[in-house]
Protein backbone atom coordinates (compact mmCIF):
# COMPACT_ATOMS: atom_id res chain seq x y z
CA UNK A 1 0.00 0.00 0.00
CA UNK A 2 1.59 3.60 -0.92
CA UNK A 3 2.22 6.25 1.47
CA UNK A 4 -0.89 8.64 -0.10
CA UNK A 5 -3.33 5.36 0.15
CA UNK A 6 -2.19 5.04 3.63
CA UNK A 7 -2.42 8.46 4.86
CA UNK A 8 -6.32 8.28 3.23
CA UNK A 9 -7.60 5.29 4.72
CA UNK A 10 -6.01 5.40 8.54
CA UNK A 11 -3.72 8.28 9.09
CA UNK A 12 -6.00 10.78 8.77
CA UNK A 13 -8.95 9.47 10.23
CA UNK A 14 -6.78 7.95 13.16
CA UNK A 15 -5.48 11.55 13.72
CA UNK A 16 -8.84 13.01 13.95
CA UNK A 17 -9.93 10.42 16.20
CA UNK A 18 -7.09 10.60 18.41
CA UNK A 19 -7.11 14.78 18.37
CA UNK A 20 -10.64 14.26 19.73
CA UNK A 21 -9.79 11.80 22.99
CA UNK A 22 -10.29 13.90 25.88
CA UNK A 23 -6.72 14.75 27.55
CA UNK A 24 -4.65 14.44 24.13
CA UNK A 25 -2.70 17.87 24.01
CA UNK A 26 -0.72 17.00 20.60
CA UNK A 27 -0.26 14.81 17.62
CA UNK A 28 2.12 13.84 15.26
CA UNK A 29 2.41 11.53 12.06
CA UNK A 30 4.34 9.83 9.73
CA UNK A 31 3.44 7.40 6.89
CA UNK A 32 5.38 6.00 4.25
CA UNK A 33 4.79 2.96 1.80
CA UNK A 34 3.69 0.21 4.50
CA UNK A 35 3.49 1.95 7.41
CA UNK A 36 1.56 4.62 9.42
CA UNK A 37 3.08 6.33 13.19
CA UNK A 38 1.16 8.12 15.14
CA UNK A 39 2.69 9.85 18.28
CA UNK A 40 0.42 11.23 20.60
CA UNK A 41 1.11 13.53 23.92
CA UNK A 42 -1.00 13.99 27.01
CA UNK A 43 -0.70 16.23 29.99
CA UNK A 44 1.30 14.94 32.77
CA UNK A 45 -0.84 13.59 35.35
CA UNK A 46 -4.10 12.27 33.00
CA UNK A 47 -5.46 8.62 33.46
CA UNK A 48 -3.21 7.05 31.41
CA UNK A 49 -5.83 3.84 31.76
CA UNK A 50 -8.26 5.66 30.59
CA UNK A 51 -6.38 7.37 27.92
CA UNK A 52 -5.05 4.17 26.56
CA UNK A 53 -8.67 2.50 26.03
CA UNK A 54 -10.08 5.77 24.49
CA UNK A 55 -7.97 5.95 22.11
CA UNK A 56 -7.75 1.76 21.43
CA UNK A 57 -11.03 2.32 20.64
CA UNK A 58 -10.84 4.45 18.23
CA UNK A 59 -8.34 3.18 16.62
CA UNK A 60 -10.18 0.19 16.17
CA UNK A 61 -13.52 1.91 15.46
CA UNK A 62 -10.86 3.30 12.29
CA UNK A 63 -9.76 -0.07 11.59
CA UNK A 64 -13.09 -1.35 11.09
CA UNK A 65 -14.43 1.20 8.72
CA UNK A 66 -11.42 1.40 6.63
CA UNK A 67 -12.86 -1.42 5.16
CA UNK A 68 -9.22 -3.01 5.50
CA UNK A 69 -9.73 -5.30 8.73
CA UNK A 70 -7.88 -8.51 8.36
CA UNK A 71 -7.00 -10.16 11.54
CA UNK A 72 -3.05 -11.11 11.54
CA UNK A 73 -0.44 -12.28 9.23
CA UNK A 74 1.02 -14.84 10.64
CA UNK A 75 -2.73 -17.19 10.78
CA UNK A 76 -3.39 -18.25 7.18
CA UNK A 77 -6.74 -16.12 7.21
CA UNK A 78 -8.73 -18.57 4.68
CA UNK A 79 -8.81 -21.49 7.82
CA UNK A 80 -10.44 -18.75 9.65
CA UNK A 81 -14.43 -18.60 7.92
CA UNK A 82 -16.09 -20.46 10.93
CA UNK A 83 -16.72 -20.33 14.57
CA UNK A 84 -15.25 -24.06 14.11
CA UNK A 85 -12.12 -22.58 12.88
CA UNK A 86 -11.34 -20.46 16.22
CA UNK A 87 -8.43 -21.61 18.35
CA UNK A 88 -7.63 -20.83 21.64
CA UNK A 89 -4.55 -19.70 20.24
CA UNK A 90 -6.36 -17.38 17.49
CA UNK A 91 -8.65 -15.80 20.48
CA UNK A 92 -5.36 -15.42 22.53
CA UNK A 93 -4.01 -13.58 20.55
CA UNK A 94 -6.56 -11.19 19.09
CA UNK A 95 -7.15 -10.40 23.17
CA UNK A 96 -3.27 -9.32 22.91
CA UNK A 97 -3.70 -7.23 20.30
CA UNK A 98 -7.15 -6.67 18.96
CA UNK A 99 -9.72 -6.78 22.28
CA UNK A 100 -12.35 -4.86 19.68
CA UNK A 101 -12.83 -7.80 17.80
CA UNK A 102 -14.35 -9.48 20.31
CA UNK A 103 -17.34 -6.34 20.51
CA UNK A 104 -18.80 -8.24 16.69
CA UNK A 105 -18.91 -11.27 18.48
CA UNK A 106 -22.94 -12.46 18.50
CA UNK A 107 -24.37 -14.79 21.04
CA UNK A 108 -24.87 -17.13 18.12
CA UNK A 109 -20.98 -17.21 17.60
CA UNK A 110 -20.12 -17.52 21.43
CA UNK A 111 -23.08 -20.24 21.45
CA UNK A 112 -21.14 -22.09 18.37
CA UNK A 113 -18.19 -21.99 19.90
CA UNK A 114 -15.81 -25.09 21.00
CA UNK A 115 -15.30 -25.54 24.65
CA UNK A 116 -11.39 -25.05 23.96
CA UNK A 117 -12.25 -21.92 22.13
CA UNK A 118 -14.93 -21.11 24.83
CA UNK A 119 -12.54 -21.43 27.69
CA UNK A 120 -9.65 -19.30 26.00
CA UNK A 121 -12.11 -16.03 25.84
CA UNK A 122 -11.10 -13.31 28.16
CA UNK A 123 -12.22 -12.57 31.45
CA UNK A 124 -13.27 -9.57 31.12
CA UNK A 125 -15.25 -9.98 28.07
CA UNK A 126 -17.32 -13.10 29.70
CA UNK A 127 -18.22 -10.43 32.66
CA UNK A 128 -19.27 -7.66 30.35
CA UNK A 129 -21.75 -10.30 28.57
CA UNK A 130 -25.53 -10.29 29.42
CA UNK A 131 -25.70 -13.45 32.06
CA UNK A 132 -27.61 -15.69 30.17
CA UNK A 133 -24.76 -15.44 27.64
CA UNK A 134 -22.41 -15.60 30.17
CA UNK A 135 -24.13 -18.68 31.58
CA UNK A 136 -23.81 -20.70 28.32
CA UNK A 137 -20.43 -19.86 27.44
CA UNK A 138 -19.10 -21.12 30.99
CA UNK A 139 -21.24 -24.14 30.85
CA UNK A 140 -20.07 -25.10 27.00
CA UNK A 141 -16.38 -24.16 28.46
CA UNK A 142 -17.04 -26.56 31.32
CA UNK A 143 -18.58 -29.59 29.14
CA UNK A 144 -21.82 -28.86 30.88
CA UNK A 145 -23.37 -28.09 27.26
CA UNK A 146 -22.77 -28.93 23.94
CA UNK A 147 -21.81 -26.09 21.30
CA UNK A 148 -24.54 -25.11 19.17
CA UNK A 149 -23.64 -26.03 14.74
CA UNK A 150 -20.64 -23.57 13.56
CA UNK A 151 -21.52 -20.04 11.96
CA UNK A 152 -19.49 -17.70 9.34
CA UNK A 153 -17.52 -15.34 11.58
CA UNK A 154 -17.79 -11.36 11.30
CA UNK A 155 -15.86 -10.12 8.50
CA UNK A 156 -13.91 -8.43 11.12
CA UNK A 157 -12.42 -11.39 12.49
CA UNK A 158 -11.80 -13.51 9.11
CA UNK A 159 -11.18 -10.36 7.52
CA UNK A 160 -10.38 -8.97 3.43
CA UNK A 161 -7.36 -11.31 2.09
CA UNK A 162 -9.56 -12.73 -0.48
CA UNK A 163 -11.59 -11.88 -3.27
CA UNK A 164 -14.70 -13.74 -2.22
CA UNK A 165 -14.06 -10.95 0.80
CA UNK A 166 -15.09 -7.96 -1.42
CA UNK A 167 -18.58 -6.76 -1.29
CA UNK A 168 -19.73 -3.94 -2.90
CA UNK A 169 -19.94 -1.49 -0.21
CA UNK A 170 -16.09 -2.67 0.97
CA UNK A 171 -14.95 -1.76 -2.76
CA UNK A 172 -17.05 1.50 -3.08
CA UNK A 173 -15.72 2.73 0.62
CA UNK A 174 -12.36 2.08 -0.08
CA UNK A 175 -11.84 3.87 -3.57
CA UNK A 176 -13.90 6.66 -2.93
CA UNK A 177 -11.13 7.27 0.08
CA UNK A 178 -7.72 5.76 -2.14
CA UNK A 179 -9.11 5.53 -5.46
CA UNK A 180 -5.24 4.43 -6.61
CA UNK A 181 -6.15 1.27 -4.67
CA UNK A 182 -7.86 -0.47 -7.96
CA UNK A 183 -3.94 -0.04 -9.57
CA UNK A 184 -3.06 -3.00 -7.50
CA UNK A 185 -5.37 -5.17 -9.69
CA UNK A 186 -3.10 -4.56 -13.16
CA UNK A 187 0.92 -5.95 -12.98
CA UNK A 188 4.23 -3.86 -12.14
CA UNK A 189 3.94 -3.24 -16.71
CA UNK A 190 0.53 -1.70 -15.24
CA UNK A 191 -1.97 -4.64 -17.10
CA UNK A 192 -5.14 -5.97 -16.11
CA UNK A 193 -4.17 -9.08 -14.04
CA UNK A 194 -7.75 -10.87 -15.09
CA UNK A 195 -7.85 -13.55 -12.59
CA UNK A 196 -8.64 -11.19 -9.74
CA UNK A 197 -11.38 -10.31 -11.45
CA UNK A 198 -12.96 -13.21 -12.62
CA UNK A 199 -12.55 -14.31 -8.83
CA UNK A 200 -15.37 -11.64 -8.04
CA UNK A 201 -18.89 -12.06 -7.13
CA UNK A 202 -20.86 -10.28 -10.26
CA UNK A 203 -22.17 -6.86 -8.15
CA UNK A 204 -18.02 -6.90 -6.76
CA UNK A 205 -17.09 -6.48 -10.10
CA UNK A 206 -19.63 -4.06 -11.35
CA UNK A 207 -18.30 -2.07 -8.38
CA UNK A 208 -14.85 -1.17 -9.79
CA UNK A 209 -14.32 1.76 -11.99
CA UNK A 210 -15.04 0.81 -15.67
CA UNK A 211 -11.61 2.17 -16.85
CA UNK A 212 -9.97 -0.78 -15.13
CA UNK A 213 -11.85 -3.13 -17.55
CA UNK A 214 -11.39 -0.91 -20.09
CA UNK A 215 -8.51 -2.60 -21.86
CA UNK A 216 -9.63 -5.67 -21.58
CA UNK A 217 -9.61 -8.07 -24.80
CA UNK A 218 -12.71 -8.98 -26.39
CA UNK A 219 -12.72 -12.46 -25.54
CA UNK A 220 -11.95 -12.42 -22.16
CA UNK A 221 -14.42 -9.08 -21.60
CA UNK A 222 -17.18 -11.43 -23.11
CA UNK A 223 -16.12 -13.73 -20.65
CA UNK A 224 -16.65 -11.36 -17.85
CA UNK A 225 -19.92 -10.55 -19.34
CA UNK A 226 -21.24 -13.70 -19.07
CA UNK A 227 -19.99 -13.37 -15.16
CA UNK A 228 -21.98 -10.12 -14.76
CA UNK A 229 -25.48 -11.47 -16.05
CA UNK A 230 -25.44 -14.52 -14.03
CA UNK A 231 -24.83 -16.66 -17.00
CA UNK A 232 -21.60 -18.27 -16.06
CA UNK A 233 -20.04 -18.55 -12.35
CA UNK A 234 -16.82 -16.76 -11.42
CA UNK A 235 -14.09 -18.64 -10.99
CA UNK A 236 -12.98 -19.77 -7.39
CA UNK A 237 -11.66 -17.51 -5.40
CA UNK A 238 -7.98 -16.14 -5.08
CA UNK A 239 -6.06 -14.08 -2.81
CA UNK A 240 -5.98 -10.57 -3.53
CA UNK A 241 -3.10 -8.29 -3.91
CA UNK A 242 -0.47 -7.21 -1.15
CA UNK A 243 -1.81 -3.91 -1.31
CA UNK A 244 -5.26 -4.46 -0.38
CA UNK A 245 -3.74 -6.07 3.07
CA UNK A 246 -2.65 -4.06 6.05
CA UNK A 247 -2.11 -5.41 10.12
CA UNK A 248 -4.62 -3.60 12.63
CA UNK A 249 -3.23 -0.59 14.61
CA UNK A 250 -1.51 -1.61 17.57
CA UNK A 251 -0.69 0.68 20.63
CA UNK A 252 2.72 1.53 22.23
CA UNK A 253 2.40 3.28 25.56
CA UNK A 254 5.32 5.31 27.13
CA UNK A 255 4.58 8.11 30.38
CA UNK A 256 6.63 9.63 32.68
CA UNK A 257 4.40 8.32 35.05
CA UNK A 258 5.75 5.16 34.52
CA UNK A 259 9.25 6.32 35.44
CA UNK A 260 10.67 6.56 39.30
CA UNK A 261 10.93 9.90 40.36
CA UNK A 262 14.33 9.02 42.07
CA UNK A 263 16.71 6.37 42.84
CA UNK A 264 17.99 6.15 46.25
CA UNK A 265 20.93 4.05 47.66
CA UNK A 266 21.94 3.73 51.32
CA UNK A 267 24.70 2.42 52.75
CA UNK A 268 25.74 1.93 56.33
CA UNK A 269 28.24 0.43 59.39
CA UNK A 270 24.98 -1.56 59.85
CA UNK A 271 23.75 -5.55 59.85
CA UNK A 272 21.16 -5.72 56.63
CA UNK A 273 17.85 -6.55 59.12
CA UNK A 274 18.93 -2.92 60.61
CA UNK A 275 19.29 -0.96 57.76
CA UNK A 276 16.07 -2.18 56.51
CA UNK A 277 14.68 -1.56 59.55
CA UNK A 278 15.63 2.21 59.71
CA UNK A 279 14.45 2.46 56.27
CA UNK A 280 11.44 1.15 56.75
CA UNK A 281 10.49 2.71 59.66
CA UNK A 282 12.07 5.93 59.86
CA UNK A 283 13.05 7.02 56.08
CA UNK A 284 9.51 5.55 54.01
CA UNK A 285 6.95 7.29 56.04
CA UNK A 286 8.53 10.36 55.52
CA UNK A 287 8.65 9.60 51.88
CA UNK A 288 5.03 8.54 51.92
CA UNK A 289 3.78 11.57 53.91
CA UNK A 290 5.42 13.85 50.85
CA UNK A 291 2.66 15.44 48.57
CA UNK A 292 2.94 13.58 44.84
CA UNK A 293 4.48 10.54 46.34
CA UNK A 294 2.56 7.81 44.59
CA UNK A 295 4.64 4.38 45.54
CA UNK A 296 7.79 3.79 47.25
CA UNK A 297 9.60 0.49 46.32
CA UNK A 298 12.30 -1.29 48.65
CA UNK A 299 14.54 -3.31 47.62
CA UNK A 300 17.70 -4.12 49.02
CA UNK A 301 19.68 -6.21 50.98
CA UNK A 302 23.47 -6.63 48.81
CA UNK A 303 26.92 -6.86 50.72
CA UNK A 304 29.07 -4.26 49.67
CA UNK A 305 32.88 -6.13 50.08
CA UNK A 306 35.90 -4.73 51.51
CA UNK A 307 39.20 -5.10 49.80
CA UNK A 308 39.67 -8.12 52.53
CA UNK A 309 36.55 -9.30 52.08
CA UNK A 310 36.93 -11.55 48.55
CA UNK A 311 36.50 -14.74 50.88
CA UNK A 312 33.55 -14.05 52.07
CA UNK A 313 31.86 -13.18 49.20
CA UNK A 314 33.61 -16.67 47.87
CA UNK A 315 31.82 -18.26 50.24
CA UNK A 316 28.68 -16.69 50.15
CA UNK A 317 28.30 -17.93 46.37
CA UNK A 318 29.31 -21.43 48.01
CA UNK A 319 25.71 -20.74 50.10
CA UNK A 320 28.30 -21.09 53.42
CA UNK A 321 28.47 -17.00 54.46
CA UNK A 322 28.73 -16.15 57.79
CA UNK A 323 25.06 -16.08 59.23
CA UNK A 324 26.08 -11.72 59.97
CA UNK A 325 27.17 -9.95 56.67
CA UNK A 326 28.28 -7.67 58.43
CA UNK A 327 31.14 -8.98 59.91
CA UNK A 328 34.34 -9.16 58.48
CA UNK A 329 34.56 -5.63 56.69
CA UNK A 330 31.45 -5.88 54.34
CA UNK A 331 29.26 -2.67 54.55
CA UNK A 332 25.36 -4.01 54.18
CA UNK A 333 24.63 -1.62 51.25
CA UNK A 334 20.56 -1.66 49.38
CA UNK A 335 21.14 -0.74 45.63
CA UNK A 336 18.62 0.92 45.42
CA UNK A 337 16.70 0.61 48.52
CA UNK A 338 14.13 2.20 47.20
CA UNK A 339 12.41 4.15 44.21
CA UNK A 340 9.88 6.55 44.02
CA UNK A 341 7.22 6.12 41.16
CA UNK A 342 4.60 8.49 40.23
CA UNK A 343 4.23 11.87 41.45
CA UNK A 344 3.51 15.28 40.36
Known amino acids: MTAEELVN ?24 GGFSFLQLSSEFGINQEALRDAIREGNGAVWAESGLARLWDSVDVRKLRTTADLTPAAIEEASAR ?74 ARILDVAPTMVDHFRNNGGELVESYL ?99 TVQGGQVLPGESDFTEVAAAEDNSAPDNPGEGGGTPIATPFWKLIGGR
Do not use: Y
Open 9 to 32: LLTIPMEERAASVEGVSNVQSTTG
Open 98 to 171: WPFLFDDLTASHLHSLSPEAAGALPDDFIDGLPAATRAAVIDIAEGRQAPAPAVALPQSWTGIARTSDLTPETV
Open 198 to 296: FAMSPDVIQALPAELTAGMGACSRQQLDAVIAGKASPDPATDLPSGWRASPPQLITFSFADLPLAFISISGDFTQAELRNLVEDEIVPRLESVEGVAEI
